[in-house]
Every structure is written in C-alpha cells, then in structure tokens.
Antibody
Framework: QVQLLESGPGLVKPSETLSLTCTVS??????????WNWIRQPPGKGLEWIGY???????NYSPSLKSRVTISLETSKNHFSLRLSSVTAADTALYYC????????????WGQGTLVTVSS | NFMLTQPHSVSESPGKTVTISCTRN????????VQWYQQRPGSAPTNVIY?????PSGVPDRFSGSIDSSSNSASLTISGLKTEDEADYYC??????????FGGGTKVTV
C-alpha cells in the first residue's frame, strides 16, 4: 500500500527557511488522481493545512501562509517538498505529509509526521 | 472562507453511543464533502469517514457520518464505544478555492 515518510531537519533557526521532503512508496506522485499535501500540528493544538501540489505542477496554498510557502514535486525521486521561509517560534509543529483525493480532498494515507522546532 | 466548529470534548461510557457535531458557520454544509479523522495520542490522524458518510475499508461500521442541512452541520457517530475509540476527532472540508479547513478537534473520552 502507499506509504509516506517525512524527512528533514528537526531544528531551524528563527528567520531561516524550513525544508522538508515527503517520500512516497508503493505509489506514484505522478498519479493524476491525487493532490500531495502538507499539514501541520503545533504541540497540543489542532491541524492546519499548509497546501498541496498536483503532478501537473499546480499548487494551492493556505491564504495565511501563502507568502512564505513553496511546495514542489520531483517525479524522478517520487517525492515532494515543503519550504517555509522566515520561520518564527509559531512555526514549531509536527509536520505531516498526506495524499489527498481530487474528488473530496480526503487525506489518506498520512505520513508519521516530523517535529520541527524553531529556536536559536 | 468559513469555519468548522466542534465541541471541545465529549465523554461516554463503554458500549454507549456518542455523536460529535461539526457546524459550518457560512455557506451550505452540503456544498463540499466532509471528512472525519481519528488521532490517537502520539499517532498521525487516520481517516474514518470520507465524502460525508463513506467508511474506508477497515473502519468498523460502528463509525457513521451524516450531514444535516437544517443545522448546517456534519456529525460523526460512534456506537458501541470501546476504550480504543478514545482519541481526538477532527472534521475537515474545503472551500470553493479548494482551501482545506479543519475543525478544532474533539477529544473523546471513553
């Protein structure tokens, strides 16, 4: 079955850029039926959608993060990536990647999540 | 844009039934599909209901979803509660620009 796995630095300094990668196994990021999403969860808080990318290259970002977010796709490596610039402590969170259906934006499966802490 | 509002917490005894509401504050709840996710402590969320009322394979039929246009809300009902159902539950939908919106989450205590 399809599995997703996040990877990247667990500690980022304030004002720097957070970069994470989500590697997909058991399926292809080139499938036209899905969006590839990033979602985050601050410690002890709820879920916040960051954005998605489709294999066509089309992206869609949360309005609240749009100015700082870039999501890209690398089909040759079957992975997609997140870059979040000018981070602050408020960006400290568990970051998840998830596959979303085009029909209903239902997220399944999710990665296990990776904790990113913003601190000097 | 709109918001999805869930009760902060609900509590019920094993074997009983609990219903979690998810109220949309503007626009029709029927306009866009609603999904529900279960998140156990220390784990990633998993989908328990998609497209308002559909159950993914492997999810017990004790879990059911519905929408109610009169109250402009979606509901997740868990019947025959088990201790393993103790978790946070999130509703999720999207707007006309395909921006995804999550409810604030409901802690279910069994």
């Amino acid at each position: 079955q399809v599995q997703l796995l996040e990877s990247g630095p667990g500690l980022v300094k304030p004002s720097e850029t957070l970069s994470l990668t989500c590697t997909v196994s058991g399926g292809s990021v080139s499938s036209g039926s899905y969006y590839w999403n990033w979602i985050r969860q601050p410690p002890g808080k709820g879920l916040e959608w960051i954005g998605y990318i489709h294999y066509s290259g089309r992206t869609n970002y949360s309005p609240s993060l749009k100015s700082r977010v870039t999501i890209s796709l690398e089909t040759s490596k079957n992975h997609f990536s997140l870059r979040l610039s000018s981070v602050t402590a408020a960006d400290t969170a568990l970051y998840y990647c998830a596959r979303g259906t085009i029909v209903a934006l239902e997220f399944d499966p999710w990665g296990q999540g990776t904790l990113v802490t913003v601190s000097s | 844009n709109f918001m999805l509002t869930q009760p902060h917490s609900v509590s019920e005894s094993p074997g009983k039934t609990v219903t979690i509401s998810c109220t949309r504050n503007s626009g029709s709840i029927a306009s866009n599909y609603v999904q529900w996710y279960q998140q156990r402590p220390g784990s990633a969320p998993t989908n328990v209901i998609y497209e308002n009322r559909e159950r993914p394979s492997g999810v017990p039929d004790r879990f059911s979803g519905s929408i109610d246009s009169s109250s402009n809300s979606a509901s997740l009902t868990i019947s025959g509660l088990k201790t393993e159902d103790e978790a946070d539950y999130y509703c999720q939908s999207y707007d006309t620009s395909n921006h995804v919106i999550f409810g604030g989450g409901t802690k279910v205590t069994v």
